[in-house]
């Protein structure tokens, strides 16, 4: 008989409605109970795509004598930790502080008032390398509960107190070159000449610094960029059949990945390689960028416009499968001469790369029969789509599809890929449609319904800044005014009184303690997706007030900088942006060539951070376009920067030269 959990709108907790635990959403019922029985909490977090999370609910959430000791013993609530990224920051932040590491599944205990006195993450169901078992963690646990409570409300009384000091964020000193100049002396320290990306295995895509890289500029910079995004394009990490990126590669040569594909990397991926692509007139990031934007729409398109959060790194019970291949299976597919070739040009060999003798697949080189190589992929493709699929978390995050928005725009713009800015303005109407209730954003929807969750920063930073890019790309004045609706909320109802942001506004679900954390993970903090969204709308419409709010948030970025550079990536891009200017380019004139070949000018070689907007004189609302007439009846460019102005041309030659100049 399904549990409480079947009435939950996350698939994450969808997956645990038959368990015979018997589980509670996250709220204030839970908590009540727990009280009128005098037990403990027992908090566990995970998400849909999270391989060891599947394989902890196997071996002990489906286990019948498990579940009734945590039943007699317990209340267990289950968090997906994307859906209450609020729940999970506090929660995490904990498991760091008592255990020195972090990562899900994440198992947290918790008294009465949610003050957890004891974290971990994975536990087996049998005692395993020096590892206890679940049921031996619960059983010690429930002991020291009820013999030894003094010593549980110390330990809870500990882990508050340094919570609550961990929240307490103080500005530096304001950005300028030098800093930046330095951030990227300290990258160069971690960086990975011979695979590129930062530090050793496992190996996550740099995304935010990458964004860095590019808008910094300079030989080690670029250098650095091009060496990463080289080295994962050819690596086991990207599905070099369908395209898209999987979440992480656990070698440092990108070989094997963790087989996940999130939507967030993905958009931001789709966003630096199609950046790349157009400052270096590197067709192969293009072919990669393109086939990130194929993989989006084709595997996480939702039917009503937005975008998917996640696809499974399992199948058929095992991680991986659907994606790897031994030399039979190719020759099996292809015959032997092609089923030969292939192997040897995506390097899979007789030993294997994976598990079990498979490989996965790589493209360390440009195949020399281009005709030969996309025959071969069309029919390997065929194949795999045979395979039992990978599943599918199909909940829409409103940060996320911000990121896919900001993605598809940049990509759909640079590319000259129309297709990619459509893509992108129907997950905007979709948001504003859903997600969008009486001037505040929730959290997720499925199948075209909003829950109930409230949005924290990162979607009103993310939406922001995606609804300012289909402003750019389209012309539209109703998108700045709803990213516009969406910065007051922020301003109103997230500023801290150090210039920063929390991650919850003041009127959210009260927490152990109100997260607030600046820096970057696997996708942008809500602090540095509000610098970018900050910037992005004080460039369009002149607004000094967002402007000022932005350069008081990068005071408290400046610390994380200096101390953290790869945890500070998009600050660092906002802050390259701030001192830029940004860059402000007007196109006006009659939709056409004349318009077109200054429009695509001025986004290949504007500053990347700038914002770009076409559209026929006196069309638009958008403040930067007021008052921009034609000069002499031809379409003109009016660049500014740094709130000065330069006159208006009208040839692409003079438009380069104010842009590089």
Same mark, same amino acid.
């Given at each position: ?536 709308? +004080? #460039?369009?419409? @002149? ?6 709010? !932005?350069? &008081?948030? =990068?005071?408290?970025? %400046?610390?994380? /900088? ?51 907007? +076409? #559209?026929?004189? @006196? ?6 376009? !007021?008052? &921009?007439? =034609?000069?002499?009846? %031809?379409?003109? /460019? ?24």
């Amino acid at each position: 008989m399904p549990n409480r959990l079947a009435e939950a709108t996350s698939p994450y907790l969808l997956q645990h409605q038959d368990n015979p635990v018997d589980w509670w959403e996250w709220g204030d019922e839970a908590f009540e109970v727990a009280r009128r029985r005098n037990v403990p909490i027992l908090l566990s977090v995970g998400y849909a795509a999270c391989h060891w999370c599947h394989v902890m609910a196997h071996e002990s959430f489906e286990d019948e004598d498990t579940a009734a000791y945590l039943n007699e013993h317990y209340v267990s609530i289950k968090v997906d930790r994307e859906e209450r990224p609020d729940v999970d920051a506090v929660y995490m932040q904990a498991t760091v502080a008592m255990t020195g590491q972090g990562g899900w599944p994440m198992t947290c205990v918790l008294d009465h008032e949610g003050s957890p006195f004891f974290a971990g993450t994975y536990f087996p169901d049998q005692p395993r390398h020096g590892q206890p078992s679940f049921r031996q963690l619960l059983e010690a646990i429930n002991d020291a509960w009820v013999n030894r409570s003094d010593e549980v409300a110390a330990a809870s009384d500990r882990i508050r107190d340094a919570l609550g000091r961990a929240v307490e964020l103080s500005g530096g000193a304001a950005f300028d070159a030098g800093a930046l100049d330095e951030a990227v002396t300290k990258l160069a320290r971690d960086f990975d000449a011979d695979w590129g990306g930062f530090g050793g295995a496992p190996k996550f895509p740099p995304s935010m610094l990458l964004d860095f890289l590019l808008r910094h500029g300079g030989d080690t910079a670029t250098q650095m960029a091009g060496r990463t995004l080289a080295a994962m394009a050819a690596g086991g990490i990207h599905d070099q059949l369908a395209g898209g990126f999987a979440r992480y590669g656990v070698d440092r040569a990108w070989v094997v990945p963790h087989f996940e594909k999130m939507l967030y990397d993905n958009a931001q991926l789709l966003s630096v390689y199609a950046r790349w692509a157009s400052q270096h007139d590197d067709v192969q990031a293009a072919h990669v960028a393109r086939g990130v934007a194929d993989f989006m729409l084709a595997e996480l398109g939702t039917a009503e416009g937005a975008f998917a959060s996640a696809l499974d790194a399992d199948s058929e019970g095992e991680e991986g499968t659907f994606y790897v291949w031994t030399p039979a299976q190719l020759v099996e597919v292809l015959g032997p001469d092609d089923g030969t070739w292939a192997a040897t040009l995506l390097t899979v060999t007789g030993k294997g790369t994976f598990e079990k003798g498979t490989s996965t697949l790589q493209l360390q080189a440009q195949p020399d029969d281009p005709e030969r190589w996309e025959s071969v992929r069309t029919r390997l493709l065929e194949a795999r789509a045979k395979r039992e699929r990978p599943a599918r978390d199909d909940k829409v995050v409103a940060a996320w599809n911000g990121l896919a928005i900001s993605g598809l725009v940049d990509a759909g713009t640079l590319l000259d890929a129309p297709d990619l800015v459509d893509a992108a303005v129907r997950c905007g109407e979709f948001l504003s449609d859903v997600h969008l209730s009486e001037g505040r954003l929730l959290r997720v929807s499925r199948d075209g319904r909003a829950g109930s969750h409230a949005g924290v920063l990162e979607d009103y930073g993310c939406v922001a800044t995606g609804f300012t890019a289909l402003a750019c790309a389209t012309g539209d004045g109703v998108w700045l005014e709803r990213a516009g609706q969406l910065l007051e909320v922020a301003i109103d109802h997230f500023a801290a009184d150090d210039g920063g942001f929390h991650d919850t506004a003041d009127d959210a679900q009260s927490l152990l303690v109100r997260p607030r954390d600046p820096s970057d993970n696997a996708s942008p903090s809500g602090h540095s997706a509000m610098l970018h969204a900050l910037l992005s709308h +004080a #460039a369009l419409t @002149g607004s000094g007030r967002h402007r000022d709010a !932005a350069e &008081r948030a =990068l005071l408290i970025s %400046r610390r994380i /900088a200096e101390s953290s550079p790869r945890f500070a990536g998009w600050s660092l891009a906002a802050a390259r942006t701030a001192l830029d200017g940004p860059v402000e380019v007007a196109v006006v004139g009659p939709a056409g060539q004349e318009r077109d070949v200054l429009e695509r000018a001025a986004r290949r070689h504007a500053p990347l951070g700038s914002v770009v907007v +076409a #559209a026929e004189p @006196g069309a638009s609302s958008i403040p930067l376009m !007021a008052d &921009r007439d =034609l000069v002499d009846g %031809r379409a003109a /460019a009016y660049v500014c920067r740094n709130l000065v102005c330069q006159r208006p041309v009208t040839s692409v030659e003079d438009l380069v030269a104010q842009l590089e100049g």
